[in-house]
């Protein structure tokens, strides 16, 4: 079992940047695909970025190749997204999400734990 814990959010000016954190405990995260996806309000949860439980392989969606970067600290247990240039489309809840041997792509159903949430607010 694995309990995921965001932080980091907060409200942030049009260009500015964030720094999200998913605190992981119960098991260790190297064995772990992760992601991250987005919930703006009245639509879809959505995928951002994930990694691969193998190596380095990241996956990003198109709006935000180039802004944002995923990335794990596995002494610390604890997965990362730095949000730069951001915009105000980008405001929404951020989700932090897990998976053993994950693949870390875009589909929600392929992640088995799921964080609370932080919120994200981007002012234009």
């Known amino acids: 079992q694995v309990r995921l814990v965001e932080s980091g959010g907060g409200l942030v000016q049009a260009g500015g940047s964030l720094r999200l954190s998913c605190a992981a405990s119960?098991?260790?995260?190297?064995?772990?695909?992760a992601g991250w996806f987005r919930q703006a309000p009245g639509k879809e949860r959505e995928f951002v970025a994930g990694?691969?439980?193998?190596?380095?392989?990241?996956y990003y969606e198109d709006s935000v190749k180039g802004r944002f970067t995923i990335s794990r600290d596995n002494p610390k247990n604890t997965v990362y997204l730095q949000m730069n240039s951001l915009k105000p489309e980008d405001t929404a809840v951020y989700y932090c999400a897990a998976k053993e041997y994950g693949l870390g792509q875009d589909r929600r159903q392929d992640y088995d734990y799921w964080g609370q949430g932080t919120q994200v607010t981007v002012a234009s």
């Open positions: 119960g098991r260790p995260l190297r064995t772990y695909g």
């Open positions: 990694f691969s439980w193998i190596g380095s392989i990241t």
